[in-house]
């Protein structure tokens, strides 16, 4: 049964409202990745909780205690759970999302201010910091239960929501509390069938997509400190051991131009794809021009599409991300830096799990330490991760997805397994031991954490089309 023709017309109908409720929600720049705009987030943690009530949610709000950032202890944002509808006889959706974003600023090169929506209407996006990471797809959330309250229906499923506003940093606080919440007799998740989570993108800007698969992550800080302070290098380069000079000499023994992990046994640790599966990555509605378009540039590493996918979705990958307390500004500063980390971080799949990479990372690293013969000091910190995830793609609430995205896209989903993580998917999995769906909203080329992200008129008023449907669709694929 598709969603009734009312609700999908008040989507419709109401497409300058929704964009209004987006943009008041990216006008609040709630990066949780710094201390200064922690009060940020808990505005829009306060936002949202007022939202939902609006619609008749009930909502709590669950302080999760605090944390040290940058030297500072910080309170954490509050987790905002909802519940609406109890009836028996109908399945129970969790929907999860997050209500913090990345930091942006202007000068990264954004055409627009960051933390206002501007909407392009000859392009038909939505440009602003949020708008498909994660706020759009939360205010979809929210416009489906607009629209059932405006028009007295019934919601066809029980939904309860999870919104936590430290995904961007490693979702502090929010596994432990799951952990603690579902022994509890009356737990806020109790009764919950399957999960839902709108946190990810389709492959391109065509194709719809369910994802089943997301790579998990190990994120290091690989330290190195030498003299008691900075140094100036006219008075004491060539005198000493430079602590950037061992940094950047082991960041390049991490990783090669093409892509090809150098930490011994990573690699090797996964298996490659079979013939059967590299007809999966074949089929797929991609092409090379796709990830050049949402790089920006012609830099595949592979003219061949199911070899650049399956670098994305089944392969492990070792990025370089930065070097915090090095001289990055403008000008030509001569010093030498006294203290330097370099951050990295490993995309994980099964079989590979932070723990039993972490130990490789660190053996290799010393081992080439040791080799440069350097006085000064050297140390790898693990700074967060998650374990990769597969599910099971045949299961109801997948199938029930696959019916709303050909009832409002007309066109087959994409199955993909994602590059990134989402690392409560699996502690979802785990813990409620319920089927996790990953139905996305935006396209490929939203720009998500980078500069110019946007999302598209059209994928937001469809994609919360396509929300409400997948409940009408649970709804019809589960009754008796
Ligand atoms: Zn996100």
Redesign the pocket.
Known sequence: MAAPTDFLNYIDSNKDSFIDRLAKAVEIPGVSGDPARREDVFRMGDFLDAELKKYGVETKRVDIGTHTMEGEQLKLPPLVLGRIGNDSSKKTLLIYG?FDVQPAFKSDGWKYEPFKLTREDETGKLYGRGST??KGPIMGWVNVLEAHSKLQKPLPVNIRFCFEGM??SGSEGLDEFILEEVKKQDSWFKGVDAVCIS?NYWLNTRTPCLTYGLRGIAYYKLNISGPGADLHSGVFGRMVHEPMTDLVLLMSKLVDQNGKILVPGVDEMVAPADAEEQAIYERLDYSIEDVETSAGAAIALSDNKAEVLMGRMRSPSLSLHGIEGAFYGVGAKTVIPAKVGGKFSIRLVPPQTPDNITPLVEKYLNAEFKKLGSKNKMNVEYLHGGKPWVEDHKHWSYEAARRATETIYKQTPDYTREGGS?PVTLTFAEALGVNVLLLPMGRGDDG?HSTNEKLDISNYIEGTKLLGTYLYEVEAGTKA
């Open positions: 997050h990471d994660d995904e961007e946190d989402i998500a």
